[in-house]
């Protein structure tokens, strides 16, 4: 693990307890709790084992690794996703979609077999990450744009940024940026993460131009890839899922050693 930007070893179950309690609200439903813990850990053990590389150690408030976070994590913390083979998955996973997941093919670009695209129905009760608008200055806009794609743009901002195709769930494809000199054409979470500085919550996303501002719809919070949080919470608190039920749902095909 990184720490202050140095590696460190750290017991397991209190390293998780970390990410638990950093990831998602200590008063949830502790099978969702349970369900983050093995997902956490098991994209620590991917980083750690298959991409050789170092995962940063979460630093939560101490008031957030709760009893209940530690009692979550005390009952699985020996657990990862696997495809049965023992090695661990990419459990990647996202704060809220968009009422589904997003393949990684159509995101990253690396396609696996367990990050395809699921139903992830409750999502849209999660009021705070549904149809949020974001408003953009015009001219924050024009300096993100011609920062990351080094084009130079016209006086009509109506023309900067088109969005050229959808994937499942409705989630944006590719979005083409405009300029005098050009133009530059990216997948969406590029677009999200980097052309607009960061500044959007999802890559389910319309916009409009009005007077002086974007005016960006968007649905879900983060990559959309991998178990959905918020969907974790509900399928537990509405269905009473388990966190084994959760995972399988998320990562299809795979097993919980």
């Known amino acids: 693990m990184i720490q202050n930007g140095q590696q460190v070893k750290v017991d397991a179950q209190a390293a998780l307890e970390r990410f638990v309690a950093s990831e998602m609200y200590p008063s949830w439903n502790i099978e969702a709790l349970k369900a983050q813990a093995v997902a956490s ?13 170092a995962v940063a150690l979460p630093n939560p408030s101490a008031s957030n690794i709760t009893a209940r976070v530690k009692e979550a994590v005390a009952a699985v913390y020996c657990e990862i996703i696997t495809l049965g083979n023992g090695q661990p998955i990419n459990a990647l996973y ?63 901002p109506n023309t900067w940024i088109t ?27 590029y677009f999200k993460e980097s052309v607009i500085a960061n500044k959007l919550r999802s890559t389910w996303f319309t916009f409009e131009v009005s007077g002086d501002n974007f005016i960006f719809t968007t649905r879900g919070y983060g990559h959309s890839v991998g178990m959905s949080q918020w969907g974790a919470q509900l399928y537990a608190k509405n269905e009473g899922w388990s966190y084994r039920q959760i995972l399988s749902h998320y990562y299809k095909g795979t097993t919980i050693q």
């Open 163 to 189: 969005i050229d195709s959808h994937t499942a769930g409705g989630y944006v494809g590719n979005v083409t940026v405009h300029g005098t000199n050009g133009s530059r054409t990216y997948r969406s979470n």
């Open 94 to 156: 996202t704060a809220a979609t968009a009422g589904s997941t997003r393949s990684s093919a159509d995101t990253y670009g690396g396609s696996f077999s367990y990050l395809t695209e699921v139903e992830s129905k409750y999502d849209c009760q999660d009021a705070s990450n549904w149809d949020k608008v974001t408003y953009l200055k015009v001219s924050d806009v024009k300096k993100y744009l011609q920062n990351s794609t080094g084009l130079t743009l016209g006086d009509d």
């Open 41 to 53: 850990h098991t994209y620590v053990k991917y980083y750690n084992d298959v991409l050789n590389k």
